[in-house]
């Protein structure tokens, strides 16, 4: 970045110094040299922040850029430095799907009945507690919301955690009153049979007031299947996977790298774009723990190259459900705001100028087209916009050098 030999503000009656006659006031110039030396380290220090650097002034609004005084020459313009709220913000590409377990896998339908498969649900269905999951020689086998899967008859006098779901369900599905059953109770007693015996009704089956290892499947609800494994017409064994299934909830899941996760957390705002350009709002969940690794080229193994890189995933929800349809898998575009800064100093990153003896400064040019070097400390960057938080001897309302378009 060359620096102008004379500049005014538009709009100042003051004319520049004479090139021949310099101001004693003003510091001499950096050398040509050392200002393509110092432009090329400040490009090396926005590089690594993952900054979007932008060749034109970020505050023009569309008008005429103030620029050097007339009849120069010289490739730079002027910004002004202003004073306001500074978001830093990560942009990514995510994909909206629904989410499932914490490791991102599906929900896993495993029967425990025999017989033959009479009814299937099939991709896309939603399956809520309470409901019929499917067939076996058109027997249903329901869906009840629990953690604990089924694994043995359950009666009165049995006791445990599958019990207490079971009593859990009994109870939200409407089958039982709270004063009559307690929703936290271990224990099947007269009144677990009672209200199964309403649910046996409802559903068509045999009143026998108890659970068979069949008739029942216990998974975080309610489902919707994505994934149907089974065929109808063959036979059902116990331990077999019927169907392969995700929760409703939405959800966007983003790849950051590495170094990009320390900014984000739990809680972080976020805008998704949809891929009809629709935006909606949604909010950083959850985070995860476990590394993936792929090289350059994308084929995901080790080339020896150096060039494999490590990524985590983020999971965002959207505060609008409804304002993704039903789309599933589909490419989105998400910016996570990761912090705020009120009543900060700003300039476009491209009028940082490297010191030679280390750190950054700016140009400022005055009234009179005078220029100094200020130097500067750095604070907050926002990436999207190519903007950098400064504090030092400036004020909101000065000019600055940036490069010009």
């Not at 109808?232 to 996760?261: F, H, K």
């Amino acid at each position: 970045m060359s620096t102008p030999t004379s500049a005014s503000v538009p709009g100042s009656s003051v004319p520049a110094p004479s090139p021949s006659e310099p101001d004693p006031q003003v510091p001499r110039k950096p050398k040509r040299w050392r200002r393509l030396l110092v432009s090329a380290a400040v490009l090396v220090l926005v590089a690594a922040a993952g900054v979007a650097v932008a060749a034109t002034d970020p505050f023009d609004s569309g008008g005429e850029s103030p620029g050097a005084s007339g009849g120069s020459t010289t490739n730079a313009a002027l910004a002004t430095v202003r004073q306001g709220t500074l978001s830093a913000q990560v942009n990514q590409n995510g994909t909206l799907s629904y989410a499932a377990q914490a490791d991102g896998s599906p929900y896993s339908v495993v029967n425990q009945a025999s017989g033959t498969y009479t009814w299937l649900p099939s991709a896309g269905r939603v399956i809520r507690c309470g409901q019929v999951l499917y067939r076996v020689e058109e027997t249903p086998v329901v869906l009840l919301c629990g953690r604990t899967p089924a694994y043995r008859d359950l009666a009165e006098g049995d006791s445990g955690r599958d019990v207490r779901q079971l009593n859990r369900n009994l109870v939200r599905l409407g089958y039982a009153d709270r004063a009559d059953l307690d929703p936290a109770s271990d224990d099947f007693g007269w009144e677990t049979a009672a209200a199964l015996e309403r649910l046996q009704d409802q559903l068509g089956v045999d009143q026998t007031g108890s659970l068979g290892l069949g008739e029942a499947v216990f998974l975080p609800g309610p489902l919707r299947i994505s994934k149907a494994v089974a065929r109808l017409g063959t036979r059902a064994a116990p331990s077999m996977e019927v169907a392969q299934a995700t929760s409703t909830r939405r959800q966007v899941t983003v790849d950051l790298s590495a170094s990009q996760q320390s900014q984000v957390k739990v809680g972080d705002r976020a805008q998704v774009t949809l891929p009809d350009n629709r935006t909606t709002p949604g909010v950083v969940h959850r985070l995860g723990t476990v590394a993936t690794s792929s090289d350059g080229d994308g084929s995901g193994a080790d080339s020896g190259s150096g060039s494999s890189t490590a990524s985590l995933p983020v999971y965002v929800t959207l505060k609008r459900p409804k304002a993704a349809g039903s789309l599933d898998q589909a490419p989105v575009k998400v910016q996570i705001t990761t912090a705020g800064v009120k009543r900060a100093l700003v300039v476009p990153v491209t009028a940082l100028v490297g010191r030679a003896g280390g750190g950054f400064a700016v140009e400022t040019v005055d009234a009179r087209g005078g220029h100094r070097l200020v130097p500067v400390t750095l604070g907050l960057f926002d990436d999207a916009n190519g903007l950098v938080q400064v504090s030092g001897e400036l004020s909101a309302g000065q000019h600055v050098v940036v490069p010009a378009t």
